[in-house]
């Protein structure tokens, strides 16, 4: 039989439930890290929605572009994430920048590059939907196995809880006794392992949705290979032409 390693999410794993048990949990971990980056996406959208209020008065029209690049510097956080813990590939859809030419035309020119390109108006459209409670989900591992690891350490904390609060609950069990606590134990390691069986389906289902949002449309893809192949095409006939020179002479 092979028992040769298998890759997931960037990294080799061993077969065997040891590392199916630790993937897990690691993946219940990195979504409780995701939901931390939540406070970050409402610190970015106030930012835009501030930057967007003050356009009327001027001060906008220079805190905007600031703000759009720090929102697209978020999605590409998320991007590499995606990549990293779950394996889920997010191609980069932005529009190629303009020249760095400085002064009010450079400023202009890679402000109307900004708000123009449709990738932007879809980070700001993921930047609104994950607040409102996409990240929810991502609760559920964790929450699974902190009431796991609560069941599974019954038998060393069920008194204390009877003496302050006289009466002591696990899920359906009323722990009452030595035997009932130690009933708690299997039903919490079933709980853990729910948990970490989920972290792993939670974790690629939040990144294949990020997906539907952060990626390239088809016509963006689209439009991506034509500027790259007319580009090609044009270095390929600058280094021709470059070439033909000292032939000409």
Not at 183 to 209: E, I, K
């Amino acid at each position: 039989m092979n028992s040769s390693p298998i890759t997931l999410g960037g990294t080799v794993r061993s077969r065997g439930p040891t590392s199916w048990l630790r993937g897990g949990l690691l993946a219940a971990c990195r979504g409780l890290a995701l939901i931390g980056l939540v406070a970050v996406e409402a610190a970015a959208w106030a930012l835009v929605a501030c930057a967007m209020a003050l356009v009327p008065v001027g001060v906008g029209l220079y805190l905007l572009p600031v703000s759009l690049r720090a929102v697209r510097g978020l999605a590409s956080l998320f991007r590499r994430l995606a990549a990293d813990w779950a394996g889920v590939q997010i191609p980069v859809p932005y529009r190629p920048a303009p020249g760095r030419d400085g002064g009010p035309v450079g400023w202009r020119r890679g402000s109307s590059w900004l708000l123009t390109d449709p990738a932007t108006w879809r980070d700001l459209l993921w930047l609104t939907l994950d607040p409102m409670g996409i990240w929810c989900i991502l609760l559920i591992p964790g929450a699974l196995i902190a009431w796991g690891t609560i069941g599974i350490v019954m038998p060393l904390v069920w008194k204390p809880i009877i003496e302050h609060r006289g009466d002591n609950w696990y899920a359906m069990i009323h722990v009452a006794s030595w035997a009932t606590a130690w009933l708690s134990v299997p039903l919490g390691v079933a709980f853990v392992v729910l948990g970490a069986w989920t972290g792993r389906l939670v974790l690629q289902g939040y990144f294949r949705w990020l997906r539907v949002l952060l990626a390239p449309t088809r016509r963006a893809k689209l439009a991506l290979r034509v500027r790259h192949l007319a580009e090609t095409r044009t270095d390929v006939a600058d280094a021709q032409g470059s070439g033909s020179a000292p032939h000409l002479a």
